[in-house]
């Protein structure tokens, strides 16, 4: 059986990661269509502790994960590490007795609190005591409630409130003005604000190397001649090849030998990310990890998919947030970078191949696993290698991060 899950950040008032939530579906061929809250529950445990293990998810952030009342009774969460999750009682469950109990059980034994989708009820006061979050859906609850929500925990100051579905900009910095503390959505992968932005000449250098890099047929000398010119950039390439992500098997003496011993595919790698990490310097971390997770999910489907150039679509996936990266239109970003057509018609038009792939990417993000799974069908995938490969693509872009932050 196969474990099936997306995570979505979480992020504190100034865009750090401080958790992630773990969504469960039942699979892109969707093999229990009835599913319900329990059954998801106890499958997000086994799946967390048996297939693949809390960490290569989460690193060293909580994971928010959905409990039922009937799951709580059953005391699952003790089969997690309460310094590794926060307990998030579903919406559907209704304040009770029992439910109460469970909650001080947890407390005692030092788990993390929260209400999803808080639905304000004078009975939760009872709770309060016990909760450290509370969720609340930004775009559904309207601005009275959200203060009546904030009168009624005022003598609770331990509880801290959660905006979801925060979709812009906008609506990012309203939540803060209301004294939210943590949000979730896609609002910190767009772009805030409409302005265009020059690349550096270090930025420039490396756009050019993932220009020569990206011809079937590399010129050795070339590339090795712009490595030469830049030291900090002949630094990072040594500091990489000596690096534990990639294992070396020889000492080096020239730049164009740390180029032979990486290899085109590799080299493109440490480009596509270097580049991208060059440019987010000042975007939230979270933003980097998941270029780079697409990145390495694009290559892995277009080699499921027979795709001929799977380095374009690592590349296209690196690429795919540059908007949000540079505060810009992705028309405006392409037309600064010496990058194939193939790879601009997928990030601008979304066309071809390999936009394609890039839709899968975001379905999966998304859990939206029906319409997955109708791409994965339509891109004749196989639907057992796909949650492998976003996992695998996940382990790489948490390695990567650790690597970067070593040089």
Same mark, same amino acid.
């Given at each position: 059986?196969?474990?099936?899950?997306?995570? =979505?950040?979480?992020?504190?008032?100034d865009?750090? +990661?401080?958790?992630?939530e773990?969504?469960?579906?039942?699979?892109?061929?969707? @093999?229990?269509?009835?599913?319900?809250? %329990?059954?998801?529950?106890?499958?997000?445990?086994?799946?967390?502790?048996?297939?693949?293990?809390? *960490?290569?998810?989460?690193?060293?952030?909580?994971?928010?994960?959905?409990?039922?009342?009937?799951?709580?009774?059953?005391?699952?969460?003790? #089969?997690?590490?309460?310094?590794?999750?926060?307990?998030?009682?579903?919406e559907? @469950?209704?304040?009770?007795? /029992?439910?109460?109990?469970?909650c001080?059980?947890?407390?005692?034994?030092?788990?993390?609190?929260?209400?999803?989708d808080?639905?304000?009820?004078?009975?939760?006061?009872?709770?309060?005591?016990l !909760?450290?979050?509370i969720?609340?859906?930004?775009?559904?609850?309207?601005?009275?409630?959200?203060?009546?929500?904030k009168?009624?925990? /005022?003598? $609770?100051?331990?509880?801290?409130?959660?905006?979801?579905?925060?979709e812009?900009?906008e609506?990012?910095?309203?939540?803060?003005e209301? &004294?939210?503390?943590?949000?979730?959505?896609?609002?910190?992968?767009?772009?805030e604000?409409?302005?265009?932005?020059?690349?550096?000449?270090?930025?420039?250098?490396?756009?050019?190397?993932?220009?020569?890099?990206?011809?079937?047929?590399?010129?050795?000398?070339? !590339?090795?001649?712009?490595?030469?010119?830049?030291?900090?950039?002949? $630094?990072?390439?040594?500091?990489?090849? %000596?690096?534990? @992500?990639?294992k070396?098997?020889?000492?080096?003496?020239t730049?164009?030998?740390?180029?032979?011993?990486?290899? =085109?595919?590799?080299?493109? /790698?440490? +480009?596509?990310?270097?580049f991208?990490?060059?440019?987010?310097?000042?975007?939230?971390?979270?933003? #980097?990890?998941?270029? #780079?997770? /697409?990145?390495?999910?694009?290559?892995?489907i277009?080699?499921?998919? &027979?795709f001929?150039e799977?380095?374009?679509?690592?590349?296209? &996936? #690196?690429?795919?947030?540059?908007?949000?990266?540079?505060?810009?239109?992705?028309?405006s970003?392409?037309?600064?970078?010496?990058?194939s057509? *193939? !790879?601009?018609?997928?990030?601008i038009? &979304?066309?071809?191949?390999?936009?394609?792939?890039?839709?899968?990417?975001?379905? $999966?993000?998304?859990?939206a696993?029906?319409?997955?799974?109708?791409?994965?069908?339509?891109?004749?995938?196989?639907?057992?290698?796909?949650?492998?490969? $976003?996992?695998?693509? @996940? =382990?790489?872009?948490?390695?990567?991060?650790k690597?970067?932050?070593?040089?």
């Amino acid at each position: 059986m196969y474990f099936y899950t997306a995570r =979505q950040p979480i992020l504190d008032k100034d865009k750090n +990661l401080f958790a992630y939530e773990l969504l469960f579906r039942d699979g892109v061929e969707n @093999v229990f269509p009835e599913v319900d809250s %329990n059954e998801a529950t106890s499958r997000m445990i086994e799946g967390s502790q048996l297939n693949l293990g809390l *960490d290569e998810f989460l690193g060293d952030k909580p994971g928010f994960i959905n409990f039922t009342l009937d799951s709580l009774l059953k005391k699952y969460p003790s #089969m997690l590490p309460c310094e590794q999750v926060v307990i998030e009682i579903l919406e559907t @469950v209704q304040p009770g007795k /029992r439910l109460l109990a469970e909650c001080e059980s947890l407390k005692a034994q030092g788990y993390i609190l929260a209400l999803d989708d808080y639905i304000h009820q004078p009975v939760w006061r009872h709770f309060y005591p016990l !909760i450290d979050i509370i969720k609340i859906d930004f775009r559904a609850t309207s601005l009275d409630t959200i203060l009546q929500i904030k009168a009624a925990i /005022r003598d $609770y100051p331990h509880i801290k409130l959660l905006a979801e579905k925060v979709e812009s900009n906008e609506e990012f910095l309203q939540a803060v003005e209301l &004294g939210f503390d943590y949000f979730q959505g896609y609002f910190f992968s767009r772009p805030e604000m409409m302005q265009s932005r020059a690349l550096s000449p270090a930025q420039m250098t490396l756009a050019e190397l993932l220009y020569e890099t990206a011809k079937p047929e590399m010129d050795l000398n070339t !590339i090795t001649s712009v490595f030469e010119r830049d030291v900090h950039l002949s $630094y990072k390439l040594l500091r990489y090849t %000596n690096s534990a @992500v990639f294992k070396r098997r020889t000492d080096i003496a020239t730049i164009k030998q740390a180029i032979v011993v990486l290899g =085109q595919a590799e080299l493109k /790698r440490f +480009l596509s990310v270097l580049f991208t990490a060059q440019i987010s310097s000042d975007k939230p971390a979270e933003l #980097m990890r998941l270029a #780079m997770t /697409r990145a390495r999910f694009a290559e892995d489907i277009a080699k499921l998919a &027979g795709f001929s150039e799977v380095s374009k679509a690592f590349l296209t &996936g #690196m690429m795919s947030l540059m908007d949000a990266i540079l505060d810009e239109p992705m028309s405006s970003v392409m037309s600064k970078l010496p990058l194939s057509k *193939d !790879i601009k018609d997928a990030l601008i038009e &979304g066309i071809g191949p390999i936009a394609q792939f890039l839709q899968l990417i975001k379905f $999966y993000e998304q859990a939206a696993w029906d319409d997955a799974n109708a791409l994965i069908q339509a891109l004749k995938l196989d639907s057992k290698s796909v949650p492998d490969a $976003y996992h695998t693509a @996940v =382990q790489w872009a948490n390695e990567q991060m650790k690597a970067l932050g070593d040089n």
